[in-house]
Each structure stands twice: as structure tokens, then as C-alpha cells.
């Protein structure tokens, strides 16, 4: 079994949440947000659930905190909603900036360190209104999100990331329409794609002026390959590996989009967008890779670009129906690493998998999960091994919690949430990695 003294001296272990999955948007004087109106039209979400009380984190967060404490970890991955920020948008919200104070010094209270996101995704329903991510005003809108709330943490987070998932927030949800706000249009989803960079780098040019260090973004990845050697099979994986996993490390790194993108999207893109390149091209101090699963693909000539479909892998699925597919990870730290960023630092911001976990006798076991998340742990220590610089790994998630279109059906937490009494309890992945992570002493810990 893998211990803390596998990695490196200083490699940060870490848990991950998101505020819309566990605070509760009914509190705290938290606007609307475009995902409690998705949820809240019949068909999108499982039983129609949203986030509104989640695992009422926002009067829990103490005792949540002291469960990542007591798993030895040493930082904890937030986000900051923008909606209890900001209810309109633009205007602060006193009681929702005092509740991040508050949460951060906890984190350091307990030696945890802080690792913020800027938007897991609430955006608020007034900017939703205007056109959300299909409109260029709403980058800038993020910039002054990113400027307010920096003002009153920035002092204290260990690192600022400024959008989780980018892809999530404009594929999935603008041309695919299962994510809020739940529109399957093809121009939509080329300005989202294109504006959420640009506000991630607005808000990077921003942070930068106020002397803001160790910003970052968090991208997901899904490891693509093709369902057969058929040449036009071959070609669906290179082209669903441009619009997941290339789109946004090059607009980043590179200033360019792909061109197998470009092919689809370019007649719908904003125009002169070229010009925003330099401003989405700004200098990270850090990476984050959130990385689950593996898809097959194949040609599929019937649909329309990007012509292809989903072929079901042969590899053990989580609850989610994804294939456990450690080497993934490996990968694409390693193709980051190479391709892409060289030494910059990496984190493992997202990894984890949901399971349909039963509270039996006040106990939870989920060996399931414990073999997920030490087998990715292997990989992720076989790619420091192989030149990536991984600085961090931050398992998703420390709770159960609202999963989005799929409601509190899915599981992915270490620790077991009843969302009737709100109970918390420990499951055995959680016991399994505090022994892992324990300092105390060695011997027992590996």
C-alpha cells in the first residue's frame, strides 16, 4: 500500500469540493444561479433536485473541515461561489464574503492549506440572463468576481485557480445540454468555448496587477482512443482529443486552437476572436488535471460534426457507467509534462469515483474505492517517476454531495452524507487514506 512517503518531501494530499455540491444555495443571502433554474425545469435533473440545502456545508463547514483534518491531509480544494459573492452578478454580497473568511481561517486554523477556485460553475442567473458564457461582457463581469473576492482571501489561499473544467462549463452544457444551462447549439457552445478562456485570462491579467501569486486553471481530460484502427475511427478519437483535451492547453500554452477543432467550430466562433489570444496566452504558475475515465470512439457518419459515437469499453465501471482507467492519469501528466508545459507544477486537482455505497451497522465499506484511488495514486507517482513535476493530488470528493443532472443519486465521497439527518460518516477509503497520510509513524503508515 502506498503511503505519504512514496511522494515527494512537501507533495500536498488533498480532498476537493465544489460550493454549489455542498454548501446550500438557500443560504447566506446566495443569489440564483443558472443551475438552480435548470434543476428546477422538469427533465434535466434527476427527481428535479437541486442544490438548494446540499450538505448544508455552510452551517457545517467546522465539523467538515475537522474531517480533513483528521484524514491527515494537507490542503483542501474549494471554490468560492459566485452567486453568494455577487447575488446580481456585480453587487457584493457582505454575508456571502464573510462565510469564505471565515471558511479560510478554519482551513489554516487546522494546518490545512487552501486551495481556492474562482467558478465551479454558479453562475448567476442575472448574468444568465444576458447571454452567460455566450456573451463577451460576462468575461469581464468574471474579472471583477475574481478582483472582489481576491481582495478579501487573497492574502491567505495557497493558490487561486480560476475556472474548473472549462470544457464542462461549454461543451458539456452548451452543445451537449446536459449541464446548466442545458442549451445543444453549435454556435452557443463556440463563443462558450472561446469566452470561457478569455475570462480566464482577464481574470489571470487582473490578479496579476494586484501582485496575486500561484494562479492557475483546472482542466479536465478524458483519455481517447479510437474504437477499432480503421483510419476513420482513428480520426472520431484525434478529433474528440481536440475538443476535450487540446482546445484549452493550447489556446493556453500554444495562443492557437486546433485545427481538427476549428473545422466544426470555426464559421461559429466570435468574430476577430484571434485577437483575444495573447490575453487568454497568460503565464500559469500552475496546472491542474482533473482526470477520471477513458472513452472509445467511432466514426459515426449519420451525425452530424463532429461525427462520432461512444463505444463501450471492456475495463470495470464506477457508478457513473466510466471505465477505471488508471493509466489515463499517467498520461496525460506525462503529456503535459512533454507536450505542453515542461517543469511547470502540477497538481491532480479532480480524481475519484462515484459508488453505490450502503451505510450497514454505522460502517461503510467501499474497498471498490480504496483500490480506484490508490491505483491512481500509483500512476500519478509513476509519472513523477517519469519527469512530470506533480506537486499535489486532491481526491474528488471529501463528501457525497449534490452531482449535478444526476442529483444525490451518485456517490463519490469518502465520507458518507444521509441527506435526511445530514449525518456524516467516514468511509472505509477515508480510514484507509488517513492511515496512508499518517506522519506520525512511518512504519504503521506504509
Excluded at 47 to 54: Q, T
Excluded at 368 to 393: C, M, P, Y
Excluded at 395 to 403: A, I, K, P, T, V
Aim: proline letters at 5%.
Amino acid at each position: 500500500m502506498l503511503s505519504r512517503f512514496d511522494f515527494p518531501e512537501g507533495f500536498i494530499f488533498g480532498a476537493a469540493t465544489a460550493a454549489y455540491q455542498i454548501e446550500g444555495s438557500a443560504f447566506g443571502g446566495c443569489g440564483s444561479s443558472h443551475w438552480d433554474t435548470y434543476s428546477a425545469t422538469p427533465g434535466n435533473v434527476v427527481r428535479g433536485e437541486s442544490g438548494a440545502r446540499a450538505c448544508d456545508h455552510y452551517h457545517q463547514w467546522p465539523a467538515d473541515l475537522d474531517l480533513l483534518q483528521a484524514a491527515n491531509l494537507d490542503g483542501y480544494r474549494f471554490s468560492t461561489s459566485w452567486a453568494r459573492v455577487m447575488p446580481d452578478g456585480v453587487s457584493i454580497n457582505p454575508e456571502g464574503v464573510d462565510f469564505y473568511d471565515r471558511l479560510v481561517d478554519g482551513m489554516l486554523a487546522r494546518g490545512l492549506k487552501p486551495f481556492q477556485t474562482l467558478y465551479h460553475w454558479e453562475m448567476p442567473s442575472a448574468l444568465a440572463d444576458k447571454g452567460g458564457w455566450t456573451n463577451r461582457d460576462t468575461c469581464h463581469r468574471f474579472a471583477d468576481f475574481s478582483e472582489a473576492i481576491t481582495r478579501r482571501l487573497g492574502d491567505r489561499v495557497a493558490s487561486i485557480a480560476t475556472i474548473n473544467e472549462p470544457w464542462c462549463v461549454a461543451w458539456l452544457s452548451h452543445f451537449m445540454g446536459i449541464h446548466a444551462p442545458g442549451l445543444r447549439d453549435i454556435r452557443a457552445a463556440a463563443r462558450a468555448m472561446h469566452h470561457i478562456l478569455l475570462a480566464h485570462g482577464l481574470a489571470v491579467e487582473r490578479l496579476r496587477g494586484m501582485g496575486q501569486p500561484n494562479l492557475g486553471i483546472v482542466l479536465n481530460f478524458d483519455y481517447a482512443q479510437p474504437a477499432s484502427d480503421r483510419p476513420e475511427d482513428v480520426q472520431a478519437a484525434a478529433r474528440w482529443d481536440g475538443i476535450f483535451n487540446r482546445w484549452f492547453i493550447e489556446a493556453i500554452t500554444r495562443q492557437t486552437y486546433p485545427e481538427i477543432v476549428l473545422e466544426g467550430l470555426s464559421p461559429h466562433m466570435p468574430a476577430n476572436w484571434q485577437d483575444d489570444m495573447a490575453t487568454i496566452g497568460q503565464k500559469l504558475d500552475w496546472l491542474g488535471i482533473n482526470y477520471y475515465t477513458r472513452h472509445l470512439h467511432a466514426h459515426d457518419a449519420t451525425q452530424p460534426w463532429p461525427h462520432l459515437r461512444d463505444v463501450p469499453g471492456d475495463r470495470p465501471k464506477t457508478q457513473m457507467g466510466w471505465e477505471i482507467y488508471p493509466e489515463g492519469l499517467h498520461h496525460f501528466l506525462t503529456r503535459m509534462a512533454k507536450d505542453y508545459v515542461g517543469d511547470l507544477p502540477l497538481h491532480v486537482t479532480e480524481n475519484g469515483m462515484a459508488n453505490a455505497d450502503l451505510l450497514e451497522d454505522g460502517r461503510v465499506s467501499d474497498q471498490v474505492r480504496e483500490d480506484f484511488l490508490f491505483s491512481h495514486l500509483a500512476a500519478t507517482k509513476q509519472a513523477i517517476a517519469d519527469g512530470a513535476n506533480v506537486q499535489g493530488f486532491f481526491y474528488w470528493s471529501l463528501l457525497d454531495n449534490y452531482e449535478w443532472a444526476e442529483g444525490y443519486d451518485k456517490r463519490f465521497g469518502l465520507v458518507h452524507v444521509d441527506y435526511d439527518t445530514l449525518v456524516r460518516t467516514p468511509k472505509s477509503s477515508y480510514h484507509a487514506l488517513a492511515r496512508a497520510l499518517a506522519r506520525n509513524d512511518q512504519g504503521t503508515a506504509r
